[in-house]
């Protein structure tokens, strides 16, 4: 098992800059990716930005070049620092750690924090 739990949605201007934050406990050593995933109203849930244990980053292509995906190994935290944000990065953006062991593949979810970005 593997318990996530994240920080730093808010409010902010379009043109603005959040930084979420997640911490993992649990069997972390069975982690071999973490991410960021947003849900916006009416939609389906989206991959924002993943990276592995050694550090090989995917990126959703909306986000590219404003957002920035890192990662602490020994501390166990993975951020996203989003920069220049839009109207349309509002969403309840979740933390999601892959693990994989004897029983296989899982994926654990954190319970989400808001961003909203509106002027």
């Known amino acids: 098992q593997v318990q996530l739990v994240e920080s730093g949605g808010g409010l902010v201007q379009p043109g603005g800059s959040l930084r979420l934050f997640c911490a993992a406990s649990g069997s972390i050593f069975r982690i071999y990716a973490m991410g960021w995933y947003r849900q916006a109203p009416g939609k389906q849930r989206e991959l924002v930005a993943t990276i592995t244990s050694g550090g090989t980053t995917n990126y959703a292509d909306s986000v590219k070049g404003r957002f920035t995906i890192s990662r602490n190994n020994v501390e166990n935290t993975v951020y996203l620092q989003m920069n220049r944000l839009k109207p349309e990065d509002t969403a309840v953006y979740y933390c999601?750690?892959?693990?994989?062991?004897?029983?296989?593949?899982?994926?654990?979810w954190g319970q989400g924090t808001q961003v909203t970005v509106s002027s």
């Open positions: 999601n750690a892959k693990t994989t062991g004897p029983g296989g593949r899982a994926d654990y």
